[in-house]
């Protein structure tokens, strides 16, 4: 640590922060604008001036910008000192000259950095009396609203947008007085990134369009904690609402997992909330439609259901593992079913296997972001897990700052660091089978085939660890690619493999696996991710339900009477016209969900579940990571948790009481009936915690109107409902300060308004959160005691430990078992393996010392008249939850297929017309887009959308041009 002295006070900080950082650190107000803790310094807005002494002799001093002067051991600063004080009121001064008398009008009113900045540095009266300049806003789409008037030039938004997220279509233009921050035109932002600018900006300049929809006061909302429900990677989030109705979004730091971003799909994806297909109340089918019913009824005809037994479940990999634990209580282990594809239930399968293999080599984004080689297999991370691709955007820039450290530059100076960055980038290499939005940063991108990237892997690990099987028949190119591969992971001190499950591709998998285990024999361990499906797939597949397609062939065989469907649509799962049938054979179809969807239409019985923002529960991410999300709405006409349906559906049946009181009590049971989800009672603090003997407060001391609201009805003070699974107030009322990570609703402190106020949170900026990080790891090494990790709870309060520190069961197996293609899950996830996805012949080779079979496919063969047809996952529309959401609308594609342009001159088709393409006596008419890179006799579909029917990607399929193929229909 080094020693500093500020205004006579000495503080201990760390030594690779700057003056601003290591003020802030340690507690002391100082304004700033241009810095941003991911963002690092340019010294832009000349807002942080400090006074600098040489030594305690020196009376004059020098001002100096803090966020530019490195914090060197014995350094003395003032901050009070008159000089700065008179400066940083200057600065603001002129700041101001052009920027609007509006913040009463002004969305960002209240939550403003701006206006915390000039409270703190003292400016109170605007001497300028002149005309102001005034610029032209523009139209950026449906996400963000541009009023530039307002712009302070800092400079922050094009850094992210351009810097750190890698988009192009915002710029700077322009210079001095008339500098311009927008597009060269109006237009929606292209980067999948781009609502971040709505927090990054410091004024309001980028402001969320949505909310203002629904404007609200940014005090006049109440929070909540919680988990996106949109992607795998679990980033946790601030739910905000007023008067019962979800009105935004916003980042919530977690410093493992997603730090200061999301992604638009989790900021702007929570529309189906309040969408007009929300289902209410619960509703009985009588022939051919379906009536409101009461609570009660519905019950009673569930429990008739469930008294005539062989009944079975359906568990769903968007739901808590709360509510698919009930069910799998209600229906009995034996009888419930993990409701994903068949394929997908392999793959996951595959994943888990291969993460309890190796569990200390499980990444966070944390650790992606340092990672200094990258080698990517398969997925499109920049759609199916894009917060990991903007880590690894971060990733890419390890080279630079380690070659900025040999110069003594100090990382967070960002211009140098950047300069670079042209000539010293972290290997970066992509493989997939388009283009991603990640290749402007990729030292080396490779088009191929699913099968082709797999042998790519397994041609690294054979180079990394000649023990390892080598590739046969593999050509030249692809030779040279692996062996330069392998050199640069080898070279790597912290080298990271990447792949997925979206391709469909077990081989993939195991190429990650060979990669892994050559890496571990070489003497280096790498970092894996695998990007999953699902905000709790892995979740689900922990639970080790049955296949889908086994609780179909039991409906369609009438071994089961009834089937209960958790919050899951069947229809994107499976063939639409073997769930059809299978639905139609049961007795009773009975689904909870909160979305109207097709299941729901099919259902006999059908009750209202809550949203996300309606309930509690837990969810899985990818790394195995347990969250807590927590209920923001109480929940309104029937509608009510998942687990509170099932639970009351048990009672009913058995004539007895309902099982389970609080959330508390569901968890409690989990863990005793699977161990290995037993530290889930670690992700947050329970529903009696209490700090002071107070609740949490839910909504900042400045909260109003709460009797206005209900003035129509009522002119009393309205007793307040508190949900009884949190340990939150429901009101202003309660407790704020110090708390576990898990249990922050907003960033609020004294001076310190808006979003920045987060450093007064930290445990040191840019570290864990005060409290500790929230989550707590599943899969983890054995280290024979339990240890509690992220966010925990202990008997004086408020306790933190590291990441990783759980020591619960452990479900290890060794890596070479993974990849050499055997189970080694303790007990089985269900289900026979299948062949290969795409089909192909697979190549059994020996695999040197171990001496195990390890399945390489054979090279990818174009078929005469057919096309191996995989599938694309859009980040827009592709997720069934954000897809409803009205404002995703412009931004969903249409569904296309992708060829390969010798492919299209073959069928006689160009861009824009259409083709039929044909599976099993089904065809699919979609649009043509021309891929350059493709290879031939491989063809990719948008997968996912609304209104395209399900395709059981990958698959072989005949494609011909369409009779009328330049008319859409």
């Known amino acids: 640590m080094t020693t500093i002295r500020v205004d006579g006070r000495d503080y201990q900080v760390a030594p690779d922060q700057n003056l601003l950082q290591a003020c802030l650190a340690a507690g002391l107000d100082l304004p700033y604008f241009c810095w941003h803790p991911a963002l690092g310094s340019v010294g832009a807005c000349r807002q942080c001036a400090v006074k600098q002494f040489s030594g305690d002799d020196d009376r004059s001093g020098r001002l100096v910008m803090a966020c530019m002067t490195p914090a060197a051991d014995g350094a003395r600063i003032s901050i009070a000192d008159a000089e700065a004080v008179a400066f940083r009121r200057s600065v603001i001064e002129w700041l101001m000259t052009n920027h609007p008398h509006d913040c009463p009008v002004c969305p960002e009113g209240g939550e403003c950095h701006l206006q915390d900045m000039t409270h703190m540095s003292g400016h109170v009266y605007r001497r300028y009396r002149f005309n102001k300049r005034t610029h032209r806003n523009q139209d950026l789409g449906p996400f963000l609203t541009h009023e530039m008037n307002r712009c302070i030039a800092c400079y922050r938004c094009v850094r992210f947008y351009r810097d750190y997220a890698g988009g192009r279509d915002l710029d700077v233009h322009a210079t001095h007085n008339a500098v311009y921050f927008g597009r060269h035109t109006d237009g929606t932002l292209e980067n999948e990134f781009s609502g971040n600018l709505a927090e990054v900006c410091p004024t309001g300049v980028f402001t969320d369009k949505t909310l203002s929809a629904v404007y609200v006061r940014k005090w006049d909302m109440e929070a909540a904690p919680s988990v996106c429900v949109h992607c795998a990677l679990g980033c946790n989030t601030i739910a905000n609402a007023r008067a019962g109705e979800l009105r935004r979004i916003l980042n919530r730091y977690n410093g493992e997992v997603n730090r200061y971003f999301i992604c638009d799909r989790g900021r702007f994806g929570h529309g189906f909330v309040n969408a007009a297909s929300r289902l209410r109340d619960p509703l009985l089918a009588h022939g051919d439609s379906a009536q409101v019913s009461s609570a009660e009824a519905a019950l009673d005809e569930f429990a008739s259901a469930l008294r005539r037994g062989e009944v079975i479940g359906i568990g769903s990999p968007r739901a808590s593992l709360e509510a698919n634990f009930a069910l799998r209580e209600l229906v009995g282990h034996e009888r419930f079913h993990a409701g994903v594809s068949d394929r997908e239930h392999r793959l996951l399968a595959l994943a888990l296997d291969i993460l309890r293999a190796a569990p200390e080599s499980i990444a966070s984004l944390r650790e992606v972001e340092a990672c200094d080689a990258t080698l990517v297999l398969g997925e499109d991370v920049c759609d199916t897990a894009p917060r990991l691709a903007l880590a690894l955007r971060q990733a890419a820039r390890q080279k630079s700052i380690a070659a900025a450290a040999a110069q003594r530059v100090p990382a967070w100076d960002d211009a140098p660091v950047r300069e670079l960055e042209h000539d010293n980038r972290s290997a970066l290499i992509v493989a997939t089978p388009l283009p991603t939005r990640l290749d402007d940063i990729a030292t080396r991108s490779v088009r191929a085939a699913p099968d082709d990237i797999a042998r790519l892997g397994f041609a690294v690990a054979h180079a990394i660890d000649a023990h390892a099987p080598a590739v046969a028949n593999l050509c030249a190119e692809m030779q040279d690619a692996a062996a330069r591969i392998a050199q640069q992971l080898t070279g790597a001190a912290r080298p990271l493999i990447v792949s997925g499950v979206a391709l469909g591709s077990e081989a993939l998998l195991r190429a990650l696996a060979a990669v892994v285990r050559a890496l571990r024999a070489s003497g280096r361990e790498a970092r894996i991710v695998l990007a999953l499906p699902e905000c709790n797939s892995l979740g689900l597949t922990l639970m080790r339900g049955a296949p889908l397609g086994a609780a179909l062939d039991a409906l369609c ?189 907003f960033y609020r402190a004294p001076a310190w308004n808006s979003v920045q106020a987060l450093n007064k949170f930290q445990q040191e900026v840019g570290g864990p959160l005060v409290g500790g990080d929230p989550g707590v790891r599943l899969i983890v090494p054995h280290r024979g005691a339990s240890v509690g990790a992220g966010s925990g709870v202990g008997a004086t309060g408020v306790t933190g430990s590291r990441p990783g520190e759980h020591g619960g069961r452990s479900n290890t197996q060794p890596l070479a078992a993974v990849q050499n293609g055997s189970r080694v899950a303790s007990e089985p996830v269900g289900g026979e393996r299948g062949t290969d996805p795409s089909g192909c012949a697979q190549d059994t080779e020996a695999s040197g010392a171990t001496g195990h079979p390890a399945a390489i496919p054979l090279a990818f063969a174009r078929r005469d008249g057919e096309w191996l047809v995989i599938a694309r996952y859009p980040i827009f529309g592709a997720e069934e939850l954000s897809a409803r959401a009205p404002v995703m609308a412009s931004r969903i594609e249409n569904a296309r297929v992708a060829l390969g342009a010798e492919d299209a001159e073959r069928l006689g088709v160009r861009a824009q017309e259409y083709v039929e393409l044909e599976h099993e006596g089904r065809r699919h008419r979609l649009e043509v887009e021309i891929a350059p890179q493709l290879v031939c006799g491989l063809a990719v579909v948008t997968a996912g959308l609304p209104g395209l029917a399900w395709m059981p990607l990958p698959a072989w399929m005949t494609i011909r041009r369409a009779r009328d193929a330049q008319a859409p229909r």
């Open 557 to 745: 065989a009438r071994r089961a009477r009834a089937v209960v469907v958790l919050e899951n649509d069947l229809f994107r799962r499976a063939d639409p016209a073997r769930v059809a049938a299978a639905l139609a054979g049961a007795q009773h179809v009975i689904a909870l969900d909160h979305t109207l969807h097709e299941t729901v239409r099919h259902a006999r019985i059908v009750l209202p579940a809550a949203s996300f923002a309606e309930s509690d529960g837990t969810l899985v991410n990818n790394e195995g990571r347990a969250q807590r999300f927590f209920q923001l709405i109480l929940p309104q006409d029937e509608v009510t948790e998942s687990w509170r349906w099932l639970d009351r559906a048990a009672a009913a049946a058995s004539g007895g009481a309902p099982r389970w009181r609080t959330l508390d009590d569901v968890i409690a049971a989990l863990g005793g009936a699977m161990p290995e989800l037993a530290p889930i009672v670690q992700a947050a603090p329970g529903a009696r915690f209490r700090i002071v003997n107070l609740p949490v407060r839910s909504a900042p001391h400045r909260y109003s109107g709460r009797t206005a609201l209900n003035a129509d009805r009522s002119v009393h003070e309205p007793i307040t409902q508190r949900n009884p699974d949190a340990p939150f107030s429901n009101s202003m009322e309660g407790y704020y300060g110090p708390m576990p990570g898990a249990l922050y609703p």
